[in-house]
């Protein structure tokens, strides 16, 4: 992330307090750990050669949350910075999310989509985690 990030999203105050309130959540680390679910998850925008942040989780909890660094991926998520705003302002259910996926406003660069919304352990922290990122959004003083 350069120093010229005005929009607002995936700033290292964003990145922060993401990983907070993911690790607080009630829902999202345990359900993640009992998968034993680790990843390294990319976000950024689609007209964007690499992520601007990466979440790197180790069995559902987060241990870090900062820019990217040419790191290797097991997740990149990227929309456009509308839609990224869209998605933080109204949330994203499965039908959003099935939207967005089949019209190209969420691509998923790296990962598997189809795998995620069939497993329930993994699909509701997905999108519970939009509903954090939501709320970081509207919480965050940039």
């Known amino acids: 992330m350069s120093s010229t990030n005005t ?5 290292p105050e964003f990145m922060t307090q993401f990983k907070e309130s993911w690790n607080k959540d009630d829902t999202i680390p345990s359900t993640l750990s009992s998968i034993d679910f ?13 992520p601007r942040t990466i979440l790197i989780v180790k069995k559902g909890l987060v241990s870090e949350a ?12 990227r929309c ?5 705003k869209y998605y933080f302002n109204n949330g994203l259910g499965m039908t959003g999310l099935a939207s967005a996926y089949s019209m190209g406003w969420m691509k998923f660069v790296k990962g598997n989509y189809l795998s ?15 509903e954090l ?8 003083k940039y």
């Open 116 to 130: 995620m919304i069939q497993n329930p352990k993994m699909i509701g922290p997905f999108l519970k985690s939009f």
């Open 66 to 77: 900062r820019e990217y660094r040419d790191e290797a991926l097991d997740w990149d998520i």
């Open 133 to 140: 990122m939501g709320s970081v959004f509207k919480n965050v």
């Open 7 to 11: 929009d607002n999203v995936f700033t």
């Open 80 to 84: 456009s910075l509308d839609n990224w």
């Open 38 to 50: 680790n990843a390294q998850i990319g976000y950024g925008y689609q007209q964007e050669e690499k």
